[in-house]
């Protein structure tokens, strides 16, 4: 009997490894949430991260939104706005090579507390923490040599200046296979994982150069800890010929660059987005990256601080693209400051519906001024209907229904508006602003 009940538990607790391991289940829809890098750049504080999570937890985590993430350089105690200082920067790092939250920003991050505390209270409210980091080991650690955690090796011993960071040089490169290299990785997820983090996003890791080796460091690093971390990976584009290799070991990669409030960025991604289409997987999606909605730029990289740059129907198609496309929504901007109309834009529950739950999503058509996309309700066998017009002026955009796989009459309603527009057969179009949208759910069944 004892025998069978020692057999019982090694298959349990085999079987629970195993479902640690398929990291894909911790994403089962897009990931959604907030980066500090839109309105604060490389200088959030921590009351700034906790007055936007106190907000999503009052307006929006009823809706999905989940993720509250600190972008980069959260170790260093003077960095500047509209870019970074690589001057004089003051490093917070401890005796393992591993950077520390800068505690002039991040407070109760003192006495080597890390970002516990301020992950602790971020899970207090029901929401989930998150940290950028950037791929390799901190030159400062190996200037001074400092040893790996859980190996005889130090910074130096596996380090490579090849390869270094371009747009920012406070990193080197891991060499991959040297003694002490997963320890570095292991050692730092570690710490993370101690903290009670819930998301990554790894910077300088997929372009340029794609460093496959590092990815899947990362990505061992990540399972060896047992906690539940989304991993990201930045920036973009992410080579296309690494699809199916980026898919297999990260929950969402980058598809273009740094993504701000213009109308050439967004009409770009309907391009980028039908490419990269075929490689989205349940749990894995392409990243359109973050949304540069509300208040931007407050301390920020791009322009001075000012409301998004798109009209409201250019952040309705913005909204609509991602959402049919199923590409994780970070908003960018500042919450405290979100006006009615923004928030609307993230609170439409049929819109956030097509984001979570629908599938087979695909590309109908694209032209140069009209695009089309659908998708699946599984649940009902509805469809959803994406109807863009990219144009500088209102255009009629229309379909063939029966291109949608409708031959009978259909209901059709607009999810913005929530309007009915009654039972329509043949051919269904709109007339659309410029660079407007129209989403519907359209149906066969009575109601």
């Not at 596996?158 to 296979?177: E, F, K, N």
């Not at 794609?210 to 047992?226: C, H, L, P, S």
């Not at 349940?282 to 601080?305: H, K, T, V």
């Not at 002026?393 to 059709?412: N, R, Y």
Request: charged share 25%.
């Amino acid at each position: 009997m004892k025998k069978m009940l020692l057999l019982a538990a090694m298959i349990a607790c085999y079987v629970h490894v195993q479902a640690q391991k398929d990291f894909h289940q911790w994403a089962a829809t897009p990931p959604m949430g907030w980066n500090s890098w839109d309105c604060y750049g490389p200088n959030v504080t921590e009351a700034e991260v906790k007055a936007n999570a106190d907000y999503m937890a009052k307006h929006l985590k009823a809706y999905g939104w989940e993720y509250v993430v600190v972008d980069i350089r959260w170790f260093v105690a003077n960095d500047k706005a509209h870019g970074y200082n690589q001057k004089d920067p003051q490093y917070s790092i401890d005796e393992y090579g591993r950077f520390m939250p800068a505690v002039n920003r991040f407070p109760s991050a003192a006495g080597g507390k890390g970002f516990k505390p301020l992950a602790d209270y971020i899970h207090s409210l029901g929401l989930k923490f998150g940290i950028h980091i950037m791929r390799g080991i901190p030159v400062i650690a190996v200037n001074q040599a400092l040893p790996v955690k859980g190996s005889n090796a130090t910074a130096k011993d596996i380090y490579s200046p090849a390869d270094q960071c371009l747009w920012l040089r406070d990193m080197y490169t891991i060499v991959p296979g040297k003694p002490g290299a997963q320890e570095y990785y292991n050692a730092i997820f570690e710490l993370y994982a101690s903290w009670g983090l819930d998301f990554v996003k790894v910077d300088d890791l997929s372009s340029p150069i794609y460093f496959t080796q590092e990815v899947e460091m990362i990505r061992k690093a990540i399972d060896r800890t047992g906690r539940q971390i989304i991993l990201s990976t930045s920036p973009g584009e992410t080579p296309i010929d690494k699809g199916a290799h980026v898919q297999q070991h990260a929950n969402m990669w980058r598809t273009v660059g740094d993504f701000w409030d213009n109308w050439k960025q967004l009409k770009e991604h309907f391009e980028v987005f039908s490419r990269w289409n075929k490689y989205r997987a349940p749990g894995a999606y392409p990243d359109g990256d973050m949304l540069p909605l509300g208040r931007l730029s407050i301390r920020g990289e791009r322009g001075n601080d000012r409301m998004t740059g798109f009209t409201k129907d250019e952040q309705y198609t913005l909204m609509t693209l991602w959402s049919i496309f199923k590409s994780p929504l970070m908003f960018g901007g500042d919450f405290p400051s979100n006006d009615a109309f923004t928030n609307s834009l993230l609170t439409n529950r049929d819109v956030l519906a097509v984001l979570k739950y629908s599938t087979n999503n695909r590309e109908l058509f694209r032209t140069a001024d009209k695009v089309a996309w659908i998708a699946d309700d599984p649940k009902t066998g509805d469809k959803y209907l994406a109807l863009f017009n990219t144009a500088d002026v209102a255009a009629e955009i229309s379909v063939e229904l029966s291109t949608a796989g409708f031959t009978s009459p259909v209901k059709i309603k607009n999810l913005w508006t929530g309007k009915e527009l009654g039972k329509i057969k043949g051919v269904f179009g709109e007339k659309l602003n410029p660079h407007g949208v129209g989403l519907y759910r359209l149906t066969t069944k009575r109601k």
